[in-house]
């Protein structure tokens, strides 16, 4: 399993990212999808789930509303878009999978809001 997450970066308060995840080693299609983050200190927090078809997401709380997830089955790749985003969104953002029991990670893309 390889997840290579790309499009992190610095951005200002009130703009906007698009994360990309893609994924090889195992059938992307049948996998549900998930992007965390973590700062330093901190657990890491799931920020966004989408299942095999992409017909149903799920958000955490602090993020409804604001960011996007989607998936291109045909590319095996994820997608995370951010948008309204607030300093308290600056993290190291990560792709994950679970199969057969073990979670599986990217390398993670830092995400920093400042002005």
């Known amino acids: 399993v390889q997840l290579v997450e790309s499009g992190g970066g610095l951005v200002q308060p009130g703009g906007s990212l698009r994360l990309s995840c893609a994924a090889s080693?195992?059938?992307?299609?049948?996998?549900?999808m998930n992007w965390y983050r973590q700062t330093p200190g901190k657990e890491r927090e799931l920020v966004a789930a989408?299942?095999?078809?992409?017909?149903?997401?799920d958000y955490a709380d602090s993020v409804k509303g604001r960011f996007t997830i989607s998936r291109d089955n045909a590319k095996n790749t994820v997608y995370l878009q951010m948008n309204s985003l607030k300093p308290e969104d600056t993290a190291v953002y990560y792709c994950?999978?679970?199969?057969?029991?073990?979670?599986?990670w990217g390398q993670g893309t830092q995400v920093t809001v400042s002005s």
């Open positions: 994950s999978v679970k199969r057969y029991y073990t979670m599986y």
């Open positions: 080693g195992f059938t992307f299609s049948t996998y549900t």
């Open positions: 989408i299942i095999s078809t992409g017909s149903s997401t």
